[in-house]
């Protein structure tokens, strides 16, 4: 898996999973149990992952959805 985003909002994480769902591309939200250990206060960003081989239609995705600063270098 490739590092899409890192994202603190859950609106937004929200949005995005929506967004790949819709596209069927494959993906996984990394750290989502330490929101558990830091009270939800959003403190620690969650982790696109997302599967290698959808990994440039995952970002020409985002970028179409007015995403692109979101995006990991």
Known sequence: MKE???IT???????????????NIR?????????AAEGSIGAFPRRIQIAPEH????????VDAGL???LRP
Request: proline share 3%; hydrophobic share 50%.
């Open 4 to 6: 899409l985003m890192r």
């Open 9 to 23: 909002d859950p609106v937004l994480i929200s949005y995005v999973e929506s967004l790949l769902k819709s596209m």
């Open 27 to 35: 993906y996984f939200v990394a750290d989502q149990a330490i929101g």
């Open 55 to 62: 990994f440039e239609k995952a970002k020409a995705l985002m």
């Open 68 to 70: 692109e600063n979101e």
